[in-house]
């Protein structure tokens, strides 16, 4: 069946059966390769993406979900080329190692910082808690978190 997705505010078509997933609707055929796919079953989190501004691990959404929906990558956050804050502070907080998982991440940290603009640590850590991180640099990503949050807020340092 064929359907459209608004991937970062541009329509994507493509043809999918009722067994494809989002991920690989994202990556082979609308051509994101940020979404990592990780476990393939909802448990790491590099499949991370926005389903109308909500954290979904895409593995576990199927394509026909996403019918007529917005979706946001990471890449949707840079449009114009400018890092959005969470992708700069992730840059500055040397948060990026590997970065297999640094697309989930920063998409589950922009969501947090969207409803919750000054969280606690406890709440940016219940976050990212679905974004498993290989490296294990789970501390500058939490720093990388709390000074997006100060810039977005406008808080110098």
Known sequence: MKIEVIVNGNPQTGEVTERTRL????RDQAGYTSVKEGCGEG???ACTVLL???PVVSCMVPAVQARGKRV???EG???????HPVQQAFLDCDAVQCGFCTPGMVLSVYALLRETPDPTEAEI???I??????CTGYLPIIEAAKLA??????VTA
Not at 23 to 26: I, K, M, T
Not at 149 to 154: D, L, N
């Open 125 to 127: 850590r219940t976050a």
């Open 77 to 83: 956050l840079a449009p114009e080329g400018e890092l």
């Open 43 to 45: 448990e790491c989190g």
């Open 23 to 26: 991920l690989d609707f994202l």
């Open 72 to 74: 946001t990558t990471v």
């Open 129 to 134: 808690a679905g974004n498993l991180c290989r």
């Open 149 to 154: 949050a100060q810039r977005m807020r406008g």
């Open 52 to 54: 109308e501004g909500r």
